[in-house]
Each structure stands twice: as structure tokens, then as C-alpha cells.
């Protein structure tokens, strides 16, 4: 009865977007890494990408009701790998973010981590059976959540840390915190951000700073962002063409298939190539929203509006990023840049809304 049910009521419109995606970021990640020691990259990309199918697919075969009944033990357990992480983990470009696996693969545990963070939220508030939380609640699972955040900023890895705050925030925005206590919150905000900034890494402080003057040190910490935008400039309307990009090509982009792929992209395709994939990613965010709307109960609607906010986050950062409107971090562009755990952290939550969506007719 789940085949019949599956074939039938699974997103093949999400699947569609999905395809284009990922098949442009493919096409990106060879144009950017064509004549360097990374131009085997875009073969690779297509593995991860074919395996991510089959990890959508069968996340989507699970009931999700399943895995939020062992919210907890895989919160703990991931929770628990990010300790490990930190203890033994592999580091590289003074990060330690990875467990280094047979065959050279590098698993980062906390992307992997964020579909842990989208159960935890969806069964703690499920579980509440109330139209309003309490702010009690909402601190216990804040609390919750601020545990693998920490971990993960220790790496250090703050901009993924900071993904989880969303999730939160839809959580309890949807659960029906009060607004005197939104108020409360932002006024808090105000003063801890100012504070928190002291205890940054140099490097954090230094990418703050480039943000808001990148003019300031060209060739040193601004350096990427004033590249990022020439790029994006250089595109015009229609684009240089594929592998004809000149910041891409001649190298003065830095890591044009990972974080700053949406500036290559920008480059060789233009204005409407630009348009056309941002429409896609819209397009993909509306799939997971009408399948929140749609969801049997509450906390299918949790899981899916988790998985949206979390992706909409990844896209304004990272596109905020690469024009100068956000700080340069390290969050990718999800689909498109290049990279096996992020691949397949974001197509695990895709079928877990698919888990939801399979199942908007069962009462």
C-alpha cells in the first residue's frame, strides 16, 4: 500500500526543482573548477547528489511519526558525535569539524545534526498539547537547542551554529509564544549581540569588519567580498558563459564551487541565470510550505516549516553573503555547492517532508 501511495502522492514537482538545482550547481562546480586540482569535483558532486535521491527517498518510506518517537535518542546520539568531533575529529584550515571515515571521506556531523534539532523542536512542542507555549517551555527547549549550537561554535563553526536558530524561533512562533515575550527577547538581543562580539575568534571579528568596510583591507580580509561582487557585477544580463567567466577563471574568486558559488553562477550566467535559480529555490521553499499546510497534524506541520526555515536561512546568507549584504561565513548554498554532508543533510529533510506529504490523507 506505500508504493501505490508513494508513487502517487510523493512531490514530483519538489523532485523536478530538485533536478534543476542540483544539476546547475553540477554544471557550476565544472565551470568553476575546470583546470584546477579540483576539476574531478563536478563527478563527485554527481554521486553525492544521486545518493542524496535515495536518502530522500527513503526518509520519505519512513513514517514520520517514527522518527519522532526517537526524537530524543537521536538528538542525544548527535549531540553526543559532536563531542567527538571535537575530541578526535579531523581538522582542517584550523577548524576541526569533521570525522574522517575509510576512503578519505570527511562526515561533518553537524550538518547532519540540524535534521536532529528539527525533530527535537517538532516532538518537544508536539508534546506540549497547547495552543500557546509558556515562556518556561520555550526556554527548556531553547536550552536544548543551545547545547549543540555551543559544540558547533567551539569547531569553531559559527555560521552553521547559527542555522539552528531559526528552526527554534519558527518552532516557538508557531507554537504561539506571546509577543510581549518576542519583545523581551529582542530587547535582550540588543544587549547580549554587543557583548558576544568580544568573545569572537579573530578571524570572526575580522570578517565583521570586512563586512562593513571591505575597502579597508583589500588584499587581506576584504578580499573576498570585494572579488564575490566584482563577479557578480562582471555577469551583466545574459553572462560570460560557462567556463568563461573571468574572476571565476582566473582565480581570483576564492572557492568558486563551495561558499562563493553563487558568485561564479552570477558570472557566467548573469541576470537571468540568476533570476531563473532563485525562482527554482522559491519555488522549492513554497513545495515544503504547501506541504506544511497540508500536514495531518501539528507536528508534521512543525517538521516541515523546520526544514523551510532552515533552508530560507541558508539562501539569504549565503546570496546575502556573495552581494555584500551579509557577513562572509561559511553556510553553503544548499544544492549547488559543493559537498557530500551538506548534499545529504538537505535531502534528508526534504524527505522527511515528504514523509509528511505521503501522509496528508491519513486521519
Excluded at 238 to 244: A, L, Q, R
Aim: proline share 4%.
Amino acid at each position: 500500500m506505500f508504493r501505490r501511495a508513494s508513487l502517487k502522492d510523493f512531490d514530483w514537482a519538489m523532485l523536478f526543482i530538485l533536478l534543476v538545482i542540483c544539476g546547475l550547481g553540477i554544471l557550476q562546480i565544472y565551470s568553476a573548477t575546470h583546470d584546477t586540482i579540483w576539476q574531478g569535483s563536478w563527478w563527485k558532486q554527481m554521486i553525492y547528489v544521486a545518493f542524496g535521491f535515495v536518502l530522500m527517498w527513503g526518509v520519505a518510506s519512513f513514517d514520520y511519526h517514527i522518527l519522532l518517537a526517537r526524537a530524543y535518542p537521536i538528538y542525544f546520539a548527535t549531540t553526543l558525535l559532536l563531542l567527538v568531533v571535537l575530541l578526535f575529529g579531523h581538522t582542517t584550515f584550523g577548524s576541526t569539524r569533521w570525522i574522517k571515515l575509510p576512503g578519505g571521506i570527511k562526515f561533518q556531523v553537524s550538518e547532519f545534526s540540524k535534521m536532529a534539532v528539527i525533530l527535537l523542536v517538532a516532538r518537544f512542542l508536539t508534546d506540549l498539547h497547547t495552543e500557546v507555549v509558556e515562556i518556561r517551555d520555550a526556554l527548556k527547549l531553547a536550552g536544548l537547542v543551545l547545547l549543540p549550537m555551543a559544540l558547533i561554535a567551539k569547531e569553531p563553526d559559527l555560521g552553521t551554529a547559527l542555522t539552528y536558530v531559526p528552526v527554534l524561533a519558527v518552532g516557538v512562533f508557531l507554537a504561539g509564544l506571546r509577543w510581549k515575550y518576542w519583545v523581551a527577547i529582542a530587547l535582550i538581543a540588543l544587549v547580549v549581540v554587543p557583548i558576544g562580539y568580544r568573545y569572537l575568534q579573530p578571524y570572526q571579528k575580522n570578517r565583521i569588519v570586512s563586512f562593513l568596510d571591505p575597502e579597508r583591507d583589500p588584499q587581506g580580509t576584504g578580499y573576498q567580498l570585494i572579488q564575490s561582487k566584482i563577479a557578480v557585477g562582471a555577469g551583466g544580463t545574459w553572462g560570460k558563459g560557462v567556463t568563461k567567466g573571468t574572476q571565476t577563471q582566473l582565480r581570483f574568486l576564492p572557492v568558486p564551487h563551495t561558499d562563493f558559488i553563487f558568485s561564479a553562477f552570477a558570472e557566467e550566467h548573469g541576470f537571468i541565470g540568476v533570476t531563473f535559480v532563485l525562482l527554482m529555490f522559491f519555488v522549492l521553499l513554497m513545495q515544503v510550505v504547501q506541504s506544511a499546510q497540508t500536514a495531518p497534524d501539528r507536528a508534521g506541520m512543525y517538521l516541515c516549516m523546520g526544514v523551510g526555515s532552515l533552508l530560507l536561512f541558508h539562501i539569504l546568507v549565503n546570496v546575502g553573503m556573495v552581494v555584500g549584504r551579509m557577513p562572509v561565513t561559511g553556510i553553503p548554498l544548499p544544492l549547488m555547492s559543493y559537498g557530500g554532508s551538506n548534499i545529504w543533510s538537505t535531502f534528508l529533510m526534504l524527505g522527511l517532508v515528504n514523509s509528511v506529504r505521503v501522509r496528508r490523507f491519513v486521519n
